[in-house]
Each structure stands twice: as structure tokens, then as C-alpha cells.
């Protein structure tokens, strides 16, 4: 289990998500958009939340204390600025 966390908008939120695999960055990218339409992100449900919103947003992996994985998806301003 790891912990999506995306920033978009001004807001941010975590998420868990089962990952039975690596994932790319572009995998991080899609299951957070397919997450985010579907309303699976606290305080984000956007359905027509286009397949390229994330496109160019980075992709920081880290472990956590315990070993745990955490993945950050935001906008390379800071904030999710516009």
C-alpha cells in the first residue's frame, strides 16, 4: 500500500492506493486523474477533469519512517499555482 498525495488547485489530499507493481510516472499521472474524476480523492471530485491535467506535473517518491511509500503528485510552481 502507498500513499498518493496530489496536489492540484490550491488544494492537496492523500490517498491510498494498492500498487501490485513499480509504476511509472505516467502511471502516477493516470490513476490519479482516473481517481480524481471518480470522486476517490477527499475534498477533490472533478468528473471533467481532462486525461492531460496532469501532464506536466512532477512526480516525487519518498519512504516514510516505517518504509512506507509516499508519492507526490503537483505542479512544478509551488501551491499548484496557475
Excluded: C
Excluded at 500500500?1 to 505516467?26: C, F, H, K, Q, W
Excluded at 481517481?35 to 501532464?55: A, D, Q, W
Aim: charged share 30%; net charge positive.
Amino acid at each position: 500500500m502507498a500513499t498518493l498525495n496530489i496536489t492540484y488547485d490550491g488544494m492537496s489530499a492523500d490517498v491510498p492506493v494498492a500498487l501490485e507493481r513499480p509504476v511509472t510516472d505516467d502511471d502516477v499521472r493516470r490513476i490519479a486523474t482516473e481517481l480524481v474524476r471518480s470522486g476517490g480523492v477527499p475534498g477533490m471530485h472533478l468528473s471533467g477533469l481532462s486525461h492531460e491535467t496532469f501532464r506536466y506535473f512532477v512526480v516525487d517518491r519518498f519512504r516514510g519512517p516505517r518504509g512506507e511509500e509516499r508519492i507526490y503528485l503537483r505542479p512544478k510552481v509551488p501551491f499548484g499555482a496557475r
